[in-house]
């Protein structure tokens, strides 16, 4: 995957963390992939199972709930939805 088609999976992948979660003052342009969802901006479970079920149906995949812990950063996300849509990295 090219890295422009990376760049745009997490910013749609951003959009989407901004849209679900009405997080204020940050664009998808301002977003840091590499923030931790967790610890810098207090998800939590219930928020990223939304999260979760959104980019199922957006990116036609299936995350095992056992992967949620590794879910941490916008980039980790994009890299387990290309694993499991079997695109090399």
Known sequence: MSQTQNGSMERRIAEI???????ENVTPD???VTTDLVKELGIDSMDLTTVVL???GEYQVKFDEDSYPSLTTVRAIAA???QLQGVAT
């Open 17 to 23: 963390l901004i849209q679900e979660l009405k997080l």
């Open 30 to 32: 301002t977003f840091d």
């Open 54 to 56: 959104v980019l199922q």
């Open 80 to 82: 387990q939805v290309k």
